[in-house]
Structures are given as C-alpha cells and as structure tokens.
C-alpha cells in the first residue's frame, strides 16, 4: 500500500545559459570588439510551507522538478535572462532527506521561511569579458554552469500538540470529529482511518491541533496491521492521549488496552513514553457509572496512574470532552510558557 506521507522526488535547478562569442560590426568601424553578453543563471529551487496542504498526497504523481535554464548571452553585450526559480509547495512540519545518503538536509517548520533546496548553475562568460591588453579580439566564451541535481525523500512530520493513539474503534475520529471542524471517517469497523487528520481546537486563551491517526494493534510495532508508520507524525506532539475502548468489540479489558499500547509506544522509541499521557476512557454512554469507577480505580492502582490523568467521556454524545479540552489547553499552555 502507498501512503501519501512520504514521498520521493528528483529535482534539478536550471543550468547557466553560454556566454556569446560575438563582435561588433557597424558601419564605418570595420574592426569593432568584442560584444559576446554572458549567459543568465539557472533557476533555483526553493521549498516553501504551504498551510493549505496537508499531505504529499500530490507527489504521488508528479515526482520530478526542473528550474529554468538560464538563456544564452548574445551579441551587443546582451546577457541571457535568468532562468526562473522554482517553489515547490510542501505542508508544514515536512522534513526533507537526501535519498541517497539518508541525510536530514531540512525541516520545514516555518511558514514564513523558503528554504533553498538546489542552486540554479552560473551563466558562462561571453567574449566580451576576455578581452586583454594583448588579446584586443578573443573568441573565447565559457559554457554555462550546470544546475544541482538532487534525489530528496519528504517525511512528513505533523506539528500537532496533541497526539491520539488507540486499538481501531475506539472513536479517535468520533472525538476529532465532535470537538474540531475536521471531518475525519467514521466506521464501525477497524482502521476506518488511513491516514492522519489534524483538527485545530480553538481554546479560551490559544489554539492548539489535534492529530488523528490509524489506530493500533498489537505486535505494531513489529509491523502488525497499519503498522508504527504513522506514529512519527506523532512524535512531536507535547502530549498523548491513550483512547481506551470501554466497549471493545475484542472485549480486551481497559487495563489491558493501555497496557499493550504503552508496550508498542515504548518499541516505536523516539522517547514516544516520555511524553505527557493522559488516559482517556471513551463510549461512557454504553456502561453504568459503578462498572466506570471501578475501571477508573483498577487502572489508577495497577498502573499508578494519579486521577488528574484518567478522562472519562462520550466523543459521541460529548459528554466529558469539554472538561479534557479545557484540562488540554492549559497542560499545553503551560508547556508552552517560557
Ligand atoms: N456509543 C458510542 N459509540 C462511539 C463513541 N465513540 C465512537 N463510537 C463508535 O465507535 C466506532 C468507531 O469510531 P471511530 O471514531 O471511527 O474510531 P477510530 O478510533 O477512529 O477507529 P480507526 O480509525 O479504525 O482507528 C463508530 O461506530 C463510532 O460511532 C462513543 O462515545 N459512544
Ligand atoms: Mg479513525
């Protein structure tokens, strides 16, 4: 299966148009100099954050990139045009690779930034410019120089602050869905989501993102259903919220959710179990309040888990979500104070 997160370009700038060999020929001056322009510089490349795009969904098609060539210098000391930049347009939180090496060559935070990615080559030198005191008439040009040429790997890396990660059907989308304006699927059947969604929350005081992706199985990380592919885009999140299926269709208990997907966060690496995790019981709605406290006293004993990181809700009925947005907004909040 192809997934739109990762993507494989080749790019190359424009190369340096050729210098001119030329000389000047006017009426009444038989023996004019030399007037051979110099050619235009190749284009260069350039990426740039686009906050309208999500995915590299449209590098599935398009996968090689070329920068104008400069032109050719001509007589009468006329230079070549500069062949055109390039911009390719990338979603935030992109990082990009050499293919070849594995290098990490840029990461793409900054909306503001364009981050130039392969230089367009130098124009060659028209005659004009080798002309001497002993060499009143030279026939010399250069060619232009030719422009980089680059095999780049884009990962994307989403910027959200919070992470959700759960068994399939637990209702990660339905909660997106219910606190944000984005739209993510909705099944009841496992690994309704394919790829990940990012929902913006406006808060009292800020805003923050939310990150939806494929659920997890056991044995993830060991490539297991959608596999541990999708977590890196939560692996710069600030904090994680581990969903919990109170009415798992697999009937695997609470406690035991939690455990198997600390287990295969912890295989991921990437510091994934040193993050802030909340617990979040969701489908409240289906179960009687004495069978929720004791799951809530089961896990806070066996786990050692504090009160204040164990959420109950409904992300259907909503019930409970606007309590762990407010708690949301001001754990980030305080993250992100200086
Ligand atoms: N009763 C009830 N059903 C819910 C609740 N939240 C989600 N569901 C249902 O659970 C099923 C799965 O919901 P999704 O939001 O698609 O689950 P998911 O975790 O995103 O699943 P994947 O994308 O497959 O990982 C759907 O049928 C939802 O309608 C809830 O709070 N109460
Ligand atoms: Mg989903």
Same mark, same amino acid.
């Given at each position: ?137 030279? /026939? ?8 980089? /040429? ?189």
């Amino acid at each position: 299966m192809n997934f739109i997160d990762e993507a494989y370009l080749e790019i190359k700038a424009g190369d340096g148009g050729s210098g001119a060999s030329s000389f000047r020929r006017e009426k009444y001056i038989p023996f004019g100099g030399p007037d051979g322009g110099d050619g235009g510089k190749g284009g260069d490349i350039y990426f740039k954050v686009n906050l309208n795009i999500n995915t590299l969904v449209d590098f599935q098609n398009k996968k090689v990139f070329n920068a104008q060539n400069g032109q050719r210098g001509a007589g009468k000391n006329k230079f070549g045009a500069a062949g055109d930049d390039l911009i390719i347009e990338i979603p935030k939180g992109t990082v990009i690779y050499d293919s070849n090496t594995n290098e990490e060559l840029i990461d793409c935070t900054d909306e503001s930034s364009k981050y130039l990615i392969a230089k367009g080559g130098d124009g060659g030198l028209g005659n004009a410019k080798f002309k001497s005191s002993t060499n009143q008439a030279p /026939r010399k040009c250069t060619p232009g120089f030719e422009g980089e /040429r680059r095999s780049l790997r884009l990962e994307l890396k989403s910027l959200a602050d919070v992470g959700l990660v759960g068994f399939p059907n637990a209702g990660k989308s339905t909660f997106l869905n219910t606190v944000s304006s984005a739209k993510p699927k909705i099944g009841d059947y496992p690994f309704t989501t394919l790829r990940p969604h990012l929902g913006a929350i406006k808060g009292k005081e800020s805003s923050y993102v939310i990150a939806d992706i494929p659920g997890l199985i056991e044995g993830a990380s060991d490539g297991a259903g959608l596999g541990i592919k999708f977590l890196k885009h939560i692996s710069r999140t600030g904090i994680l919220l581990i969903f919990v299926d109170l009415f798992s269709l697999e009937n695997i208990e609470p406690i035991d959710q939690v455990i198997l997907l600390k287990k295969e966060l912890d295989s991921f690496g990437d510091n994934l179990t040193q993050k802030v995790s909340w617990i979040v019981c969701n489908k409240i709605d289906l179960l009687q309040e004495t069978k929720i406290n004791e799951i809530l006293k089961e896990i806070e004993e066996k786990l050692q888990v504090t009160k204040e990181e164990i959420f109950f809700i409904s992300a259907a009925t909503g019930e409970g979500t606007e309590f762990l947005l407010k708690s949301l907004e001001s754990e980030i909040y305080k993250n992100k104070r200086p």
